[in-house]
């Protein structure tokens, strides 16, 4: 009696080659997403980090935030990261995963003050009818005879504490696709002036005022929807706000009406 040997059918392999792509279809996404929210919780915890060094800053500076850039060489202790730094001890909470280009150094900088980073601080003015620009963030931009307010506010200064923000994501690789190499601190700062998202972009600061219900929905960084902000979540970016809390919001619910409703605006702190 013959014994044949059994092998798939060309129907058969086809029937599992289709079942595999099915299951490719299925999974692929929701890995995806899984590393979507790993990221995201990885870099929550790094602006909670990052506001609890701020808030250890300024238990040794009086209650006074620090100024987010006091200097025009970019090479000394100028930088509200580089000030908060030795109360972080870590570069690395400096940083998201989201941000291809975080870390690196810029060649055309080097040293601490080239790093590219991926948060940017809250340096929100207003009044820019008059001819002064008030500070109603928390972190000043000005210094060394600069236009703008050079002294940041205390936190006696901030009327809404758990619901201003302090840091949000501002990321360098984003930057970088308009800057190239001499990105700088392009990320130094992010505030929600009059419908738009920004601040010290392309050597532009700050950025053209648009009425906030002529805000692009399909407009590229960063004059879209969400500004200067790098929204990587699913159209959410992290903040960590004045009282230490940190979470994750879409960008445009920061401050969604200015023009009719600015006690919304999470950028001004002393409304």
Not at 64 to 80: A, K, Q
Not at 81 to 86: A, D, F, L, M, T
Not at 173 to 179: N, S
Not at 227 to 242: D, E, N, R, T, W
Request: proline share 6%; with cysteine.
């Amino acid at each position: 009696m013959k014994h044949f040997k059994s092998a798939f059918t060309l129907i058969e392999l086809l029937v599992v080659i289709a079942i595999i792509a099915i299951l490719a279809a299925i999974l692929f996404p929701v890995f995806a997403q899984a590393k979507q929210a790993a990221k995201k919780t990885q870099a929550l915890s790094n602006i909670k980090q990052i506001g609890t060094s701020e808030q250890m800053y300024m238990g040794d500076y009086d209650d006074v935030y620090p100024i987010g850039f006091d200097g025009v060489s970019w090479t000394g202790n100028e930088l509200w990261c580089q000030k908060i730094q030795p109360y972080a001890k870590n570069i690395n909470i400096f940083t998201s995963p989201a941000d291809s280009a975080a870390g690196k150094v810029n060649p055309a900088i080097g040293s601490w003050a080239g790093v590219l980073l991926s948060f940017a601080c809250n340096s929100y003015y207003g009044n820019w009818a008059s001819s002064w620009f008030e500070l109603r963030g928390p972190m000043s931009m000005g210094g060394q005879g600069s236009w703008l307010q050079p002294t940041s506010n205390s936190a006696s200064d901030m009327t809404n504490p758990a619901d201003t923000i302090l840091f949000t994501e501002k990321h360098s690789d984003d930057l970088m696709k308009l800057t190239g190499s001499n990105a700088k601190f392009g990320n130094l700062s992010a505030f929600y002036n009059t419908g738009i998202l920004g601040g010290d972009r392309i050597n532009n600061w700050p950025p053209q005022r648009i009425p906030s219900g002529l805000r692009s929905s399909t407009a590229v960084y960063p004059d879209g929807q969400n500004g200067a902000i790098s929204a990587k979540y699913s159209g959410q970016a992290v903040f960590v706000f004045l009282d230490g809390h940190a979470k994750s919001l879409k960008p445009v619910s920061t401050n969604p009406d200015q023009t009719n409703n600015p006690s919304k605006n999470m950028w001004d702190g002393k409304r």
